[in-house]
């Protein structure tokens, strides 16, 4: 049964719109973990405060629904935190559709001024940096090959009651999605 979920991937690789999706689906609640992690001001969360924002949802989420989604990667801040999921899904999508899909999100998010969290938008200088810690565009492509290792590992080294799901392409992530039972969550 599919209840406690963890939504991995690239940076661009839809892990937030896939979430939500299935949480709904399942009915139980989601979790981005990037608005937890930036505080206004593009400030990163103290890691106190970030850990316990996180284990709050969790347990609030599983009193509650009997279960949770959360997206994001974040695996050096949080640990062993999310090490709970029944079922942890990856998008291992190509590189040419992650750079597709966080170009047109960057510039589409800052030609429109769209808040992402805590107030924080998408800015100029940061797309033009050269640092990938600056410029989600540069993250995307330098750590593609990255999480496509410590997945393969993370995968291979799992617990015999995690399932993982890898999606390669976006009809497998849609065909999974359409094939899962609907839920009896609480939300």
């Known amino acids: 049964?599919?209840?406690?979920?963890?939504?991995?991937?690239n940076s661009g690789s839809g892990k937030t719109h896939f979430a939500r999706r299935l949480a709904l689906r399942l009915g139980v609640p989601h979790l981005e973990l990037d608005a937890?992690?930036?505080l206004p001001g593009w400030r990163e969360a103290p890691l106190e405060q970030f850990t316990t924002d996180v284990q709050r949802f969790l347990d609030d989420s599983e009193r509650t629904a009997g279960g949770w989604v959360v997206d994001g990667n974040y695996a050096s801040r949080i640990g062993d935190l999310l090490d709970t999921p029944d079922t942890v899904v990856w998008l291992d999508y190509s590189r040419r559709l992650v750079m597709t899909r966080v170009v047109r999100r960057t510039f589409g998010r800052r030609l429109l001024a769209r808040e992402?969290?805590?107030g924080n938008r998408e800015r100029w200088r940061s797309m033009l940096s050269t640092d990938p810690h600056e410029n989600i565009m540069l993250w995307a492509w330098t750590r593609h090959a990255t999480y496509r290792e410590?997945?393969?590992?993370?995968?291979a080294a799992a617990a015999p009651t995690t399932r993982w799901v890898r999606l390669r392409h976006r009809?497998?992530?849609?065909?999974?999605l359409r094939e899962l039972p609907p839920g009896t969550g609480a939300t």
């Open 1 to 9: 049964m599919v209840e406690r979920v963890r939504i991995v991937g």
């Open 36 to 38: 937890v992690h930036h």
């Open 116 to 118: 992402l969290w805590n």
């Open 150 to 155: 410590r997945y393969q590992q993370a995968a």
């Open 171 to 176: 009809r497998a992530a849609e065909r999974w």
